[in-house]
């Protein structure tokens, strides 16, 4: 791992001056009825009241923000399933540059609807038989552009850090932070801040059971590639974590707990219910893991950070009625 850390509390402090006023500041909810179901006292950070539904929006604003003029007039690349898409499709019309961004021909429909509406240019690709990361590299150097990828750059990651140190701010210290984790810069980020902020903290990422990548690397020491995962929570459908992120997450993060297809949907559909939360399947991660028991936390003071909401009203409605068919939504 390096010496020095990839980003510190000053990155992520200097990351929230250049969001304030772009970024929302979003609302921490908290459920009486989860409480009593987990013996613990939950914060909800909630991702999903942010600028194009999810938390990306903070990362690509700040990593775009900080290109020089002559960059910005070249125009960036981006490589997503949809979130970072999107964020990134925002910040650079805000920021007045263009954006070039490859999807899987899967993504879901909303997330390229909405990607394109923001005015960029959207390409699509095989998420089975590609790597789009070598793709946007591709990409960016054959039109001069700057590659902005989803959660292996320093700025990036800084900005997903933004989390956490606005629900500290608002919580107070928390015994438990817990995460989802798909490529792994929302936890890097948010365990960077959480640590300092919270002495003592346990930092527990959630991820798919079919999208194990980095509790097979934290298991195993070293990164750990598996191949590309079959589940509804598209956003964590990654093969191997980041370079980056992995030797932040190796360091700072205690747990890694895994949830099922069916566990994500009882807890988007308990959030929908019980507190009027529309989530998509990642962003429920966390609180499918209190509810179904894989992370037991009672007496203690735990923060979610539900990440994102972006999800058609009918694939949220197939979900939570109780579809069978878990596909990719």
């Keep these: 791992m390096p010496s020095d850390p990839v980003i510190t509390l000053d990155d992520i402090r200097a990351s929230a001056a250049r969001l304030a006023g772009v ?14 179901r987990t013996g613990a006292t939950v914060f909800l950070k909630c991702e999903n009241f942010q600028r194009v539904g999810a938390f990306k929006f903070r990362g690509a604003y700040n990593a775009i923000a900080q290109l020089t003029a002559e960059q910005r007039a070249r125009g960036v690349v981006a490589w997503s399933s949809g979130n970072h898409a ?5 910040a ?26 923001y005015g960029a240019e959207a390409i699509t690709y095989d998420r089975y038989a590609e790597d789009r990361t070598v793709l946007g590299e591709t990409l960016a150097r054959g039109r001069g552009r700057v590659a902005i990828p989803p959660y292996e750059h320093p700025a990036v990651m800084a900005g997903q850090g933004t989390v956490a140190l606005e629900l500290l701010e608002e919580t107070g210290p928390l015994d438990a932070l817990i995460v989802p984790i798909g490529g792994g810069g929302l936890m890097a980020g948010c365990a960077t801040a959480a640590t300092v902020l919270s002495p003592g903290v346990a930092m527990i990422g959630v991820e798919p059971v079919d999208g194990n990548d980095t509790a097979l690397s934290m298991q ?18 990654a093969e191997i974590p980041g370079e980056l992120t992995f030797s932040v997450n190796q360091r700072l993060v205690d747990e890694i ?25 990642t962003g429920a991660g966390p609180v499918a893991a209190l509810l ?21 009203s009918a694939s949220f409605c197939r979900l939570i009625e109780g579809a069978a068919d878990f596909e990719t939504v």
Excluded at 86 to 90: H, S
Excluded at 222 to 232: G, Y
Excluded at 292 to 305: F, Y
Aim: zero cysteines; aromatic letters at 2%.
């Design 23 to 36: 970024a929302h500041r979003t609302p921490v909810f908290t459920s009486r009825t989860l409480d009593e």
């Design 86 to 90: 999107q964020a990134v499709a925002l």
């Design 92 to 117: 650079a019309r805000m920021l007045g540059t263009e954006a070039a961004i490859l999807m899987p021909d899967d993504a879901p429909a909303a997330k390229l609807a909405a990607t394109k509406g």
């Design 220 to 237: 195993a020491g070293h990164r750990v590639r598996i191949p590309v995962p079959h589940t509804i929570a598209d956003a964590q459908a």
């Design 257 to 281: 707990v895994l949830v099922s297809d069916a566990d994500m949907v009882a807890a988007m559909r308990f959030l929908f219910d019980r507190m009027k939360l529309v989530v998509e399947p």
């Design 292 to 312: 179904s028991g894989q992370v037991r936390l009672r007496g203690k003071r735990v923060g979610l950070v539900i990440s994102g909401g972006n999800i058609s």
